[in-house]
């Protein structure tokens, strides 16, 4: 091999630590698009894939019983592909043992073999379930904690305990997931239904549409032309209709929005990784000029030199690929683990995509050659003069000239060493622009996450907030009021009740086509169990009676509404208009809309009876107000008073909580992300600065600075840049966070209450001292062992 | 010492210039500008140098010396006036062509002997015949060896010139600028950094390359040196000032 390669080689074994901080700085990049990119497009491929394959309804009808006639008239119409009949109960289920209740949504399919919409994904050992045995969807495992072989005591309607054995599990893709419906999903036969007190019908039509309908809109005028032509007119009754996105799976939008944000983190990553390399890059041209101007004076020409350097950075690029490849595939799998668990998507490819791995080496390789050509081009093109005589002050190593250099010179009363330390730092200008970009960016956007993480927190809180008691409880059945509330008050620990009036509506738009499920409460307007934030026009009067209160729910969902406006609800078999007086901020739980409970009771002719019970209780800790709930349920339970669902507010937060912690997951793993790209920046700079600073070392040595001296000057100067990006961070936090929030929101079509997070800025601020000390002390430890000697005659 | 073959038949011998002298400079001069400082560091400097002459500047620091050398190697560049180098108007190369040209007609010896450390001592002798593509890559390391024999550093080809002392590695610094068999070779202070009898026996190696027929430019403090070769140029505030003729003279005006 010729010198000049060899020289190319050794110089990488030579210098190791810096070959280690080019290769980390590249690696960290490559890493970051591997997880974002690499991980969002395995998730997405497989949602993509397996979507269209699971023959996924496009529009669900909830109805009183009917038989396969109907099925077949549904499936004669233009625009439907298949239609299907199941059985759909919402009932309760324990373990063996286990004392509490918890809610299982079960579903019955008459022939497993043949279902047309909606297919099921499962193992090729794992039977269909035949009597008196059930199947556990994929997602459900953990809530409902059965195994194979396992029982679950199911109580059915009749409120007999039913015994089903588990046989396996089974993916549903477009079931919804414990973490969102606080419920299991498991699937039995029809066979098993009479056991379970429900009789052995279809309540639940499922209808696959025809790729022809394009719109939201298109599926909704076809469920309002099945409801209206075909499903009423053969006497079955529609109770809700539920027609979805064509084409997409309910997590589908907000899975992409939100994973907008992950290549965006990636992106940024990958361009801070960039400036590392410019940085290392031109560092090293810097430390190599006295090399170069010798080559070129022994005949080397420019574009020998320019190929040996871009070979160097070639060679770096590789090794950063050869890196980051294997540890970017491990994360990104752990990733898309993690992801699909929580999105119950079913992986089974796990490859990264041509595309994404192409990206990846072309950036390993590319970027680098990129980032480095500035300061090779600019390195090759000084004189042989400069490189040979004037090498110590190229590159910007020139202090006195500008304003800084001038502020800094007339600050007056410093120790000298700190003095040294704030006009080393400033000494090599573009290099300290380009480190100060890097980490002032990952600062920014880590105290921007931390922001949004706290954002989350407020909005789970403000939820809560909208809340003001502890638990609520329904019951099976009406009851009057006074008597309800009466009972409850009987318990101890129970500081207040009042009975409310809910149901579901949906909204019967002027077009014939009706909405989706809206939550309709009545409740006292005077209410303090209620704590709305009113945005727009006013609260309940108690003298009103068809006004109605909508939430950003509801505008959201159906968005010609407005305050001053009238909306007709279906409630049960009443149709009504409303006057819409006020619009609040909603919860994660949907459209909901609140009405004067008189009011509603003399609509629905209820008479004063309810069968929804807040609660509001001495102790507010999860435990606590659970014993009170636990309570509250038995009591009623021993006076006759069927109780259907109990639930805390507390646990309503927790769960809220959970369904955003994958939102948080993402958020933490780019904050690290970000965090390892701003140390390894500061290491960088620092160590190339001590390795530039040899002469001055030996000089400090010779005018008799000690080891302690000299750590003083080096840490200083890393604390003092790890300030500066600090601050500069927090200044650019605000709009970024903004922005991500807002980002966040339109991705997840919820509006998150911003607040910015102080724990994040100061986080950060811990953070920066203490990387900016480690990163330093390597270097100044170094420098501390150098000699005059070896310190004079460096070159 | 045997000094190296010519294997291309243009080596030591090659000599032609304008009026008969290899290297001429006429009317150089050269003036850095820093902010508002301006120096001139040449003032009219004019050279003739002849084929196999042996001429050493002499001056104190910060005189021009190195400057009108580095005029001469096209390290750098004048301000006004002409320099002549066998055919070559060096001062009107580009970086490219000047890379080129240099690499096959200067050899270039500094005080610090500038070897590349992660190269071997073989390795920094075939360097400049691979940027300069002389010799076919086969035959280099045989010609390394030949040209460090000739300056007795062949059993060291192998180390890193970390390993050898100040005067080994001087001599390694001329077998480099040995290594492309240029006419001329051109060091600045070869001998400022070593004792006086490593000194001597580096001295001793130009003398031989003389001998042998190259041309040297030489800068040197060494007053006892000065004797011994063929011209002495002294230089002051960036003129020839004086100039002390010992053995012949290498031009005939």
């Known amino acids: 091999m010729p010198p000049r390669w060899r020289k190319v080689f050794r110089d990488l074994t030579a210098h190791k630590v810096r070959t280690l901080l080019v290769t980390l700085s590249i690696a960290v990049g490559i890493f970051a698009a591997a997880v974002m990119l690499g991980g969002r497009a395995v998730l997405l491929r497989s949602l993509e894939t397996s979507f269209p394959a699971s023959d996924p309804s496009g529009i669900t009808f909830y109805t009183m019983p009917f038989d396969n006639l109907l099925v077949k008239a549904v499936e004669r119409h233009a625009d439907v592909v298949a239609a299907e009949g199941r059985h759909q109960a919402q009932l309760k289920f324990r373990l063996a043992g286990e004392r509490e209740w918890r809610n299982v949504s079960l579903t019955a399919i008459e022939d497993f073999d043949h279902v047309k919409v909606g297919k099921l994904d499962r193992d090729p050992n794992t039977p269909w379930p035949k009597r008196g045995e059930v199947l556990i969807e994929r997602a459900s495992r953990e809530f409902i904690g059965a195994q194979p072989g396992d029982e679950i005591e199911v109580k059915s309607s009749g409120d007999k305990t039913v015994r089903l054995r588990v046989i396996g599990f089974v993916h549903d893709l477009n079931a919804m997931t414990p973490l969102m419906s606080i419920s299991g999903v498991a699937y039995v036969g029809y066979d098993s239904l009479n056991a379970l007190g429900e009789a052995p019908y279809s309540n639940d039509l499922q209808v696959a549409v025809s790729p022809r309908l394009r719109t939201e809109s298109d599926v909704s005028r076809l469920a309002a032309a099945l409801r209206d032509d075909v499903i009423e007119q053969h006497g079955v009754k529609v109770l809700s209709t539920l027609p979805h996105k064509p084409g997409k799976h309910y997590l589908g939008d907000i899975f992409k929005g939100v994973s907008l944000l992950l290549v965006a983190v990636g992106v940024l990553t990958l361009l801070l990784s960039g400036f590392l390399v410019v940085n290392t890059v031109s560092s090293l041209v810097t430390q190599q000029l006295r090399q170069i101007g010798v080559m070129k004076a022994v005949g080397a020409r420019p574009r020998q030199l320019v190929g040996m350097y871009f070979a160097m950075v070639l060679l770096y690029g590789i090794l950063g690929v050869v890196l980051a490849?294997?540890?970017?595939?491990?994360?990104?799998?752990?990733?898309?683990?993690?992801?699909?668990?929580?999105?119950?998507?079913?992986?089974?490819?796990?490859?990264?995509?041509?595309?994404?791995?192409?990206?990846?080496?072309?950036?390993?390789?590319?970027?680098?050659?990129?980032?480095?050509?500035?300061?090779?081009?600019?390195?090759?093109?000084?004189?042989?003069?400069?490189?040979?005589?004037?090498?110590?002050?190229?590159?910007?190593?020139?202090?006195?000239?500008?304003?800084?250099?001038?502020?800094?010179?007339?600050?007056?009363?410093?120790?000298?060493?700190?003095?040294?330390?704030?006009?080393?730092?400033?000494?090599?200008?573009?290099?300290?622009?380009?480190?100060?970009?890097?980490?002032?960016?990952?600062?920014?956007?880590?105290?921007?996450?931390?922001?949004?993480?706290?954002?989350i927190d407020a909005t789970v809180n403000r939820v809560a907030a909208h809340r003001p008691y502890d638990l609520w409880v329904n019951l099976q059945d009406s009851k009057p009021r006074a008597l309800l509330e009466r009972e409850t008050l009987a318990v101890r620990g129970v500081t207040g009740a009042e009975t409310w009036q809910e149901r579901a509506a949906t909204r019967q738009r002027p077009d014939g086509t009706e909405s989706t499920m809206i939550d309709v409460v009545g409740q006292p307007p005077s209410s303090d169990f209620f704590s709305p934030e009113l945005l727009d026009g006013r609260w309940l009067r108690p003298d009103d009676t068809n006004a109605i209160v909508m939430d950003t729910g509801m505008t959201r969902a159906e968005p010609d509404l407005k305050v001053g406006g009238t909306i007709r609800l279906k409630i049960g078999e009443v149709e009504k208009d409303w006057r819409i007086v006020g619009l609040i901020r909603g919860d994660f739980m949907g459209a909901s809309a609140r009405v004067s409970r008189d009011y509603l009771d003399k609509v629905l002719n209820t008479r004063g009876a309810g069968k929804t019970i807040v609660v509001r209780t001495g102790v507010h800790d999860t435990a606590g107000t659970k014993a009170v709930a636990d309570q509250v349920s038995d009591h009623l339970e021993k006076k006759g008073l069927k109780v259907t669902e109990t639930e805390t507010v507390r646990h309503l937060m927790d769960t809220i909580a959970g369904s955003l912690s994958i939102l948080v997951v993402f958020l933490v793993i780019m904050a690290a992300l970000l965090a390892a790209v701003g140390g390894i920046g500061l290491s960088g700079t620092m160590s190339i600065n001590v390795m530039e600073s040899t002469r001055e070392i030996g000089v400090m040595r010779a005018i008799g600075a000690s080891n302690g001296s000299l750590y003083q000057v080096f840490i200083t100067e890393g604390v003092v840049v790890g300030l500066i990006s600090w601050f500069l961070g927090a200044l650019i936090a605000i709009p970024l966070a903004m922005g991500l929030t807002a980002a966040l929101q339109a991705a997840i079509s919820f509006p998150l209450t911003f607040a910015f997070s102080p724990g994040g800025v100061l986080a950060w601020l811990v953070f920066v001292i203490v990387i900016s000390v480690w990163a330093s002390l390597l270097p100044a430890y170094r420098a501390a062992r150098v000699s005059v000697a070896e310190a004079i005659a460096y070159e | 010492?045997?000094?190296?073959?010519?294997?291309?038949?243009?080596?030591?011998?090659?000599?032609?210039?304008?009026?008969?002298?290899?290297?001429?400079?006429?009317?150089?001069?050269?003036?850095?500008?820093?902010?508002?400082?301006?120096?001139?560091?040449?003032?009219?400097?004019?050279?003739?140098?002849?084929?196999?002459?042996?001429?050493?500047?002499?001056?104190?620091?910060?005189?021009?010396?190195?400057?009108?050398?580095?005029?001469?190697?096209?390290?750098?560049?004048?301000?006004?006036?002409?320099?002549?180098?066998?055919?070559?108007?060096?001062?009107?190369?580009?970086?490219?062509?000047?890379?080129?040209?240099r690499g096959r007609a200067l050899g270039v010896v500094f005080q610090f002997f500038q070897l590349l450390p992660t190269l071997t001592v073989a390795e920094n002798v075939m360097l400049p015949m691979d940027f300069c593509n002389v010799y076919a890559p086969r035959e280099r390391y045989g010609k390394a060896l030949e040209i460090l024999a000739s300056v007795d550093m062949a059993d060291q080809a192998g180390k890193l010139p970390a390993a050898l002392s100040g005067g080994q590695q001087q001599r390694v610094a001329i077998a480099r600028a040995l290594a492309n068999d240029p006419p001329i070779i051109v060091a600045d202070e070869p001998t400022g950094n070593l004792d006086s009898k490593t000194a001597e026996q580096v001295f001793e190696l130009f003398e031989d390359l003389v001998a042998a027929g190259k041309t040297i430019l030489m800068v040197t403090h060494d007053s006892d040196l000065i004797k011994r070769v063929h011209r002495a140029l002294l230089v002051a505030d960036g003129e020839i000032v004086d100039e002390i003729r010992n053995r012949r003279p290498s031009i005939e005006r």
């Open chain 1, 325 to 455: 490849i294997p540890l970017g595939a491990w994360a990104q799998n752990a990733f898309v683990d993690y992801g699909s668990s929580k999105l119950n998507f079913l992986i089974r490819d796990y490859s990264t995509p041509m595309p994404i791995l192409a990206l990846e080496i072309g950036v390993g390789i590319f970027v680098p050659l990129v980032a480095a050509a500035v300061p090779v081009l600019s390195g090759m093109r000084i004189s042989v003069r400069q490189a040979l005589y004037d090498s110590n002050n190229i590159a910007g190593a020139e202090f006195g000239h500008g304003i800084i250099d001038r502020i800094l010179g007339s600050l007056k009363g410093l120790p000298r060493p700190i003095a040294l330390s704030l006009r080393n730092t400033f000494l090599r200008k573009g290099r300290l622009a380009l480190t100060l970009i890097t980490l002032t960016l990952a600062a920014g956007v880590f105290m921007a996450v931390a922001s949004v993480n706290t954002s």
């Open chain 2, 1 to 101: 010492m045997r000094p190296p073959k010519d294997e291309r038949g243009n080596g030591s011998s090659r000599a032609s210039a304008s009026n008969g002298s290899l290297i001429h400079l006429e009317r150089v001069e050269k003036v850095y500008e820093t902010g508002a400082l301006r120096f001139r560091a040449l003032k009219g400097i004019d050279l003739e140098m002849g084929a196999g002459e042996f001429v050493g500047l002499i001056g104190k620091s910060g005189s021009g010396k190195t400057t009108l050398v580095n005029m001469v190697t096209g390290i750098d560049r004048p301000t006004a006036g002409e320099v002549l180098v066998g055919d070559t108007a060096v001062h009107t190369l580009s970086e490219n062509q000047m890379a080129i040209w």
